[in-house]
Structure formats: structure tokens, C-alpha cells
């Protein structure tokens, strides 16, 4: 069972707040009758045995019924406003695809136990923390995009397209986000026919420069025109190296100024880490974003449910104790 989060109060109609005024206009009422009364009292004999009877009724009898009343009003003019809440609240149907980046420079050892084996953990992780309604495809690429799983719900086959990237090649990104968004674009409701489809967002994970001739910002555009948000995850640190079998050494830092400006054109959001512990948060935090939506319902019923309540008891009260006193 999945349980809605709030985020935000807001009133739909928040005038109807005047009607708060009817609170200190009854209490100036019931003070002013009171003190009429006691100018209007004719003096009789027996004023200390009165005095005596109305000393013994506890003093709460009179105010907590006036309290209640207050109360009922204040409910039930928050409820005239038609307050709503915003909650975040799990999408019933929602496409996330993975680009996962398996190019040689993944093989870097500066985040351990590799940059390719801390991405494959991470991505298991969040692939476990998201809802179970939620499709989940995987796009791993270098020269091509070698590992296409199209959206799905079984996680078994997520994973072991996860476990099947092996860090090799160059990094064509731009290939990769044209396959992942036409994957998601190509996602629909099977309950209608109207074409509709349902949100979707990409986790882009890479560490370096796509190979020249590729520009990513060309399918950012084209996300942001889908309102498919790509969120992405820069991993590495500026002293990774690749030690290659001829015992070459290639320095392979991460380029997040690149994974910043795709994120930023496609209305997402970008993060950079150096190590798997940091990642495995993000994703987690990721698994939250993608999978979630922003939803306004109204709760008046409870305000004004919690309005007759305390009316029904201020004058159960009221009664009772009247009552007692005759």
C-alpha cells in the first residue's frame, strides 16, 4: 500500500475566512449580555445562599461549551474556503529508462570498486526503490547502444541487462537518448486509445565526452518538446585514469558541465559524485522524483465533519449541565 505524502496547504475560496469574525462578535455578545444582566440584578435577601449555588458549579461549564461553538465556527469556515492539499502521491503508470554509459573509461578504479561495478550496484538499488507499477527500461552504450531493454515491469530482466555491461568502446551519448526517448515516446496507455502516455523521465549515468560528432543537447531539446525530463549523473573524479593491456595510461575525468546543460534543457536535474556511496544516495533520491507526482485534493469533508462533531458536542454539554443546574 502506498501512502500519498504532503507537500502544501492551500484555499481554493480563502474570503469565506471572514466569516472568523462571527467568533469575536459572539463572544462580545455573550459578554455584553452578561454584563446587562448584572446591571439589571434587583437585590434580594438570600444573596449569599445564591452566591453559594452558583459558586459550586465548577467554572468550566460555562466556558468550555463557548469554546466548542468557537470551534465549530473556525471549522466550518476553513471548510467554506474548500481547503486542498498537495500531495506526492505515486504515479498509477510511469516509464523511467537508464542510460547507462559502459565505454572503456567506465573501467576507471577511482571509485571503487570501478566506475562500471559502482553504476551497476547504484542502479540495482534504485530499480529495487522504485513502485512496482512503474516500467523501467535500459539503454547501456559505448560506440552503439549495445544493451536495449524497452520498458517493463519485470525487475529480473532490468538487472540482468544491468549485469551484462561490460565497460569497452567510445561514448556515443547522443544515440543513446534518441533510442531511450523513443522508447518512452513509443510507451502508451493500453486502456485507451487516444494515444496518451504516461509520464516518463531518463537517469542518464556517463563520465565523459561524447566522441566528436555527437552532440546530446539535440535530443535534450527533443525531451524537454516531449516533457520527458533527463535527469543526469556525472561519476568520476578529474584524476580518473585507464590503465589499457599495451600499459598506456589515459586520464579519464568526468565532464559535468555537459550532464548540467543536457539536464538543464531537458527541465531535469544534474549531479556530480566521486564516490558509489553517493551515487546509491541519488539514486534512491531519483527513484523518489521519477516515480512520483504532485496532486491537489480537497479535504473539506474533514473540516467540516470536525465542525458538526464539536457542534454536537458543545451542545450535548450545553444541555447536560443546564440540566443538572434546573
Not at 150 to 163: A, F, K, N, S, Y
Not at 234 to 257: A, H, I
Not at 314 to 325: D, K
Request: charged fraction near 20%; avoid cysteine.
Amino acid at each position: 500500500m502506498t501512502v500519498a505524502t504532503p507537500l502544501a496547504f492551500a484555499l481554493d475560496a480563502p474570503l469565506f475566512l471572514l466569516t472568523l469574525l462571527v467568533i469575536p462578535a459572539g463572544l462580545y455578545a455573550i459578554h455584553a449580555a452578561r454584563a446587562r444582566r448584572l446591571r439589571s440584578a434587583i437585590r434580594m435577601p438570600a444573596t449569599a445562599t445564591l452566591k453559594a449555588v452558583v459558586a459550586g458549579q465548577p467554572s468550566h461549564r460555562r466556558w468550555l461549551p463557548i469554546a466548542l461553538l468557537a470551534l465549530t465556527v473556525a471549522l466550518l469556515s476553513v471548510a467554506l474556503t474548500r481547503p486542498e492539499v498537495t500531495v506526492s502521491s505515486p504515479v498509477s503508470r510511469s516509464t523511467v529508462t537508464l542510460v547507462i554509459d559502459s565505454s572503456g573509461s567506465m573501467a576507471a578504479d577511482d571509485v571503487q570498486p570501478s566506475r562500471m561495478d559502482a553504476v551497476k550496484s547504484a542502479a540495482k538499488q534504485f530499480v529495487k526503490g522504485i513502485p512496482k507499477q512503474t516500467r523501467i527500461g535500459l539503454v547501456g552504450f559505448s560506440d552503439t547502444p549495445n544493451v536495449v531493454q524497452e520498458p517493463t515491469t519485470d525487475r529480473g530482466v532490468v538487472q540482468r541487462g544491468l549485469d551484462a555491461l561490460q565497460a569497452s568502446g567510445g561514448t556515443f551519448t547522443q544515440d543513446a537518448l534518441d533510442v531511450a526517448l523513443d522508447a518512452i515516446r513509443a510507451e502508451g496507455d493500453p486502456s485507451k486509445n487516444d494515444g496518451t502516455r504516461p509520464p516518463g523521465a531518463i537517469v542518464l549515468l556517463s563520465d565523459g565526452t561524447p566522441q566528436r560528432g555527437q552532440d546530446p543537447l539535440i535530443p535534450a531539446q527533443r525531451a524537454k518538446q516531449d516533457h520527458i525530463p533527463i535527469y543526469t549523473v556525472s561519476l568520476g573524479t578529474p584524476q580518473g585514469t585507464v590503465t589499457y593491456s599495451d600499459g598506456s595510461v589515459v586520464e579519464v575525468p568526468p565532464n559535468p558541465e555537459l550532464m548540467r546543460q543536457i539536464a538543464q534543457i531537458s527541465d531535469g536535474e544534474s549531479y556530480s559524485v566521486a564516490d558509489a556511496g553517493e551515487l546509491k544516495k541519488i539514486y534512491e533520491s531519483l527513484g523518489t522524483r521519477v516515480a512520483s507526482e504532485a496532486e491537489q485534493r480537497e479535504i473539506t469533508a474533514g473540516f467540516a465533519g470536525g465542525g458538526l462533531l464539536t457542534l454536537a458536542l458543545a451542545l450535548g454539554l450545553g444541555l447536560r449541565w443546564r440540566s443538572r443546574v434546573a
